[in-house]
């Protein structure tokens, strides 16, 4: 194709310059640019770069000598060699600090988190996973370990294959589970397909979020009165719960060693509870006070132990946690399934755990990263949590990931590097190995209060407010996440919430706006109607834009759309007996590319123009749709003289030729 | 909201005009327009007209009584009842040419395909179907017919579950597919899901179209060489088909009663396809012979049969159609399958089947509803295709559709109304009740050349040729579908072809573009440098438009795009000792929505770029993203001195501020 510009033969207006400095210019065409054609591998290329590795990952490693380029290769796997040759003392300091706050917050979180998943206390994913991370991860202020939703929705999954009871089994299947969850983060990084996590959009998680939470909650009522577990219901809908929660009461409040409800274990419980959220309201109204309600649960733990230990009131109903193993995560590298029926069962339940996990993990990143100015490579971090959870799934460990809470106070406490993740897996390791046998009096109810106070804040109920008003698609999003987690099931609610979105993408691509414009007055500026009042119509020319991407998803309606705008013009100007409609400006802005379907559709329209002796005028083409309009020879169709830079030349150049 | 306008604090450049009639003026900052917020039901009324009412079907029956509107409503119900009223003498002379045309065309083709869907050439679908159309359909020029396309793929999906040997059961679940069809044509146009075919995009069709042509004419090779069918694969993909045709050949082609090839039917089969493919030359070269290519299949039908008949050719191993029955339809309700376990795999079947029917009609109804300027409802043509469906499944029909062959003829034979259709019904009912017994002499040759030939426009090699200039992703896509459909078969090709639409889908809404723009010499327009590169930057501003509406699944790509842009620019500042960035303007023109993720990536740009004290300027929000912006209380973090309602205002006004 020749460089040519379009418009060479058009009717120029020769311009008079008015005015140096302001650069103004009145009854001035000038020309729409046609760019040299790039050749196809050129294209290609740029298409396969801006899809995949539009953060230009590479940039650092241009024109460095090979051994540099290998050092920085190897950085950029364990980011750790770069950081750590800078780190300080001083550093240190914060760091410490912080590793200690979270560690104090996670330990009793782990033991909590772990019921969660149906295992047992001593997996606990904060020991190994988050050393891991220290070395490759990029973030400074994510704090590692397990979480509240992630653990809920392994255990539920997993429950659906294999009774809890059955401890082995059970146990393998969750770390084939972690395992595959590690091999999906690895693999959506590493063949940086990172943005596919965007599919579940803000408002999905925010519901799924607030769903989890109040299921989480409901899940602790078992705990909280103290009802045992045999008799509870392993569903997690809210009726199920209920009704489970309804027919122990019956057993009666006061049956100390019964089915029922146990009212020891509610006052301990209640009253903890009330301690924890104080603390947290504390932490909120003073964040000075933040690691208040970071060490409170651990108060909490040490305080209820003591006092079970002391009065035994585990003989009395209330639930201890009794059982609990010392010494660090053992292998299990041998319990992973990698042949038999469970992988196809492990490889599922991975893939949804290590996606929900991932999207929350890169969410806290990059809060963080965009509150410190730094920057965060998404798929180098999900290289760096799948690592982490393939190891933790060879040491006993389940699904780890970035938590908010935890991420939160580490970020409060003053951590600088992930050394504090280092320091807390440090306490986490001497916990497992020396102080373990005393969690043996915890009671049970107060892993409830833990747990219950550490979700209550998943469920944002500002954030839903907001939703509510800015998007009402997005909050439709919202409450079908919610309502589907609550009333049916965590994965339901999952699966919900990705077909809202993906409906909503749906209803993006195949229903885009269009807008009739109007000058501005004393501009020569022409917007939409709609939203400037004042813009007026210009007589004999309706002007529409397009407001996206003309594709085999939307052309029919766009054309049909652009139809029915001129009919209804036509109707108001037979009304107010106006001249005829002579040209039909569509302003071409937005339209960002085109495919043959589209050009298909806008000969469709031209044809259907000329028969009603209306003259199609485009305005600003962009370079991909010029390019595509210019092979298939529409631009001959319409005629080069009928395309214009802006909708302001057009209506200059055209008035004076019109019709009376 | 209060509806005050966003910019009335903002620093106003007094205008000076200059010239009344240009209506151009210097210096004058209009203000982005904030209308007043419209309700929630108002909101979302317009959303669902947008997306189900767009073509405005109630706008006939907008202040009328109430005995009219019921009028209207059974009018477009049954568009008969409308130009029936003014049918004149005159138009019918064209009708009936045009309908003796094509029912020369069609009576030869109707045997071929009911082949290819394996079942009996007595069940004959253009005697029913027509009828119905004609009555329900409001496409003037459509032919209603069997079609190629259609009577493969059901052939081929049918003959996955049962064999065609054992044929009552065959066709009762051909029956209960067509059935199904039917139901999903009518449903889809009742709740206005017409777009949903949109979403076959065109190049996709045309590769599907393609390999079907090629499958086809493979098929045809059976009859073609005289093939028994017992020796023949059941398999559609080129590879099982070419094996099949070569183990046969060598049992020899002088083998006249054997299993190999027949001699004296490929010289038969070879003559005839030569003369009708030389019809169809003569007819595309002259385009007053149309009704050459028209009558000669059944010319050629009429010349073999007698032949046949003559010489005994039958008796040389010439197979011939042999059995066929007289009389018109029965009737087939209750050959369809309304319980059982066929019910669920002849609804599958009838979905695909009916959806690929409706991907041919609408498109030929299209077409011809814009070549001659009528209006043409696309979902009350698939309530009137969806009917005809689901009686013909009663009268022992098969899914019939529009056809293009057929519909080009009829619009060349001068067709003026749907009576064309129901002059051709007319004919075909004379010819099931009379003449079909002569069918019974007509070699299989002879069909199979009537059918390759038929079938060879198919293959658009010049649309194919095309669509790799014009864009290669829909090639890809066209290739996709073409392959698939010839190696593997026709779901899998139909399968890969959408597979491909939605994955460029997908990639519009998750890597739109982004542009730097620069200021064109002598106007205050901006745009994109790399197809304008006599635009020139501003000093210590970045321009940046967005291509797209901001939702979830691209908030984090345009943040990073946007950072990475102003990186590069950075870097060139750097080396050219320039000053450094100190605005960044969003064009937001092409923003035509954005969404909670899209506002909390702005957030996030916002608060970085303060981190490095550069300040975020917005252009020319629209109505939507502006209200939401409001909403959000956004508008105040960035100033709302900050928001211009173009690019050559914000310069302007920003310019003098800047540090020197």
Redesign the interface.
């Known amino acids: 194709m020749s460089g040519k510009r379009i418009g060479e033969e058009s009717d120029m207006v020769s ?1 008079k ?3 140096e400095e ?7 065409v ?1 020309k729409v ?3 040299p054609k790039q050749s ?1 591998l050129k ?2 290329k740029f ?1 396969l770069k ?2 995949f590795f ?3 990952p590479l940039r650092p490693f241009r024109d460095k000598s090979v051994p540099k380029k290998a050092w920085l290769g190897i950085q950029a796997l364990f980011p750790i060699l770069d950081w750590g040759r800078h780190y300080k003392f001083h550093m240190f300091k914060g760091d410490l600090i912080a590793g200690l706050t979270i560690a104090s917050l996670c330990i009793p979180q782990d033991i909590g988190y772990s019921k969660l998943a149906n295992l047992d206390p001593q997996f606990d994913s904060s020991f190994v996973p988050p050393l891991i991370y220290a070395i490759m991860g990029s973030s400074r202020d994510i704090a590692i370990g397990p979480v509240a939703v992630v653990s809920l929705l392994l255990g539920s999954m997993l429950q659906n294959q294999i009774d809890p009871k059955h401890k082995h089994e059970y146990q393998r299947l969750a770390f084939t589970a972690t395992f595959f969850a590690g091999i999906t983060q690895f693999a959506l990084g590493f063949f940086r397909l990172g ?1 596919l996590i ?7 998680i925010v519901g799924f979020m607030a769903g989890a939470a109040i299921t989480i909650s409901l899940q602790q009522l078992k705990g909280f009165l103290g009802i045992k577990t045999s008799k509870f219901t392993k569903k997690t809908d809210i009726v199920s719960v209920m009704r489970s929660v309804w027919t122990t009461a019956h057993h009666g409040v006061t049956n100390s060693y019964g089915l029922g409800w146990n009212w020891e274990t509610i006052v301990i419980g209640g009253s903890f509870l009330a301690f924890l959220l104080f603390a947290k309201y504390i932490g909120k109204k003073n964040r000075k006070l933040f690691w208040f309600p970071a060490i409170a649960p651990l108060l909490s733990i040490i305080i209820s132990t003591f006092f079970v230990f002391i009065t035994h009131a585990e003989k009395k109903g209330v639930q201890i946690v009794n059982h609990i193993e010392r010494g660090i995560n053992p292998s299990s590298l041998h319990e992973i399934h990698f042949t038999g029926s469970y992988v196809g069962t492990g490889f599922r339940i991975g893939v949804v755990a290590g996606i929900i996990a991932l999207t929350e993990a890169v969410a806290i990143g ?2 963080f990263a ?2 410190k ?1 730094y920057h965060l490579d ?1 798929n180098k971090e999900m290289v760096a949590l799948g690592t982490m959870n393939v190891v933790g799934s060879m040491t006993s460990c389940y699904v780890a990931t970035g938590s908010f809470s935890r991420s939160a106070v580490n970020y409060m406490a003053g951590c600088n590097t992930a050394v504090s993740n280092i320091v807390m897996s440090f306490v986490v390791f001497l916990t497992l190995e020396f102080i373990t046998p005393l969690f043996k009096y915890t009671p049970n109810a107060i892993l409830a209060s833990i747990i219950i106070s550490a979700v209550v804040g998943l469920f944002d109920y500002e954030a839903i407010i ?2 509510w ?6 909050f439709v999003a919202c409450m079908g996440a919610f309502f589907g987690v609550v009333f049916i099931s965590v994965e339901i609610g999952l699966l919900v919430a990705v077909a809202i ?1 993906f409906a ?10 269009t ?1 009739v414009l109007g ?7 022409y ?2 109607i ?5 813009a007026t119509k210009v007589p004999g020319v309706v002007i529409v834009r397009v ?3 003309i ?7 766009i054309r ?2 652009i139809l ?1 705008l001129m009919a209804d013009e036509e109707e108001q100007l037979k009304e107010n007996n106006l001249p005829r409609i002579q040209y039909l400006i569509v302003e071409m ?2 339209v ?2 085109i ?3 589209g ?2 559709a806008l000969e ?1 329209l031209h ?2 123009l000329q ?2 002796d209306v003259q199609l005028v485009l305005a ?1 083409p ?3 749709v ?1 390019d ?1 309009l210019h ?2 020879t529409f631009t001959i169709t319409v005629g080069y003289d009928k395309i214009f ?2 909708v302001g030349d057009a209506v ?1 150049t055209l008035a004076p030729k019109m019709e009376p």
Chains 1, 2 share one sequence.
């Open positions: 311009g310059r008015i005015g302001s650069d103004m210019v009145s009854g001035y000038h640019g046609v760019p196809l294209e290609l298409t801006e899809t539009h953060d230009d943005f965007d599919f579940l959009s803000h408002a999905a990059r809060t965009a509150m100015d998404g907001l939703i008003k800015i998007d009402k698609f997005d979105s909503k993408i749906l209803l993006q691509v195949t229903r885009p706006r807008a000058k501005i007055p004393r501009t020569t500026v917007r939409n709609q939203q400037y009042p004042e407001d996206s991407a594709y085999f998803s939307n052309s029919n309606y049909e759309r029915r802005s937005p960002t590319d495919d043959t379907s050009i298909h469709d044809k259907t028969k009603r600003n962009g370079q991909a010029l595509k092979t298939s830079l802006t200059m």
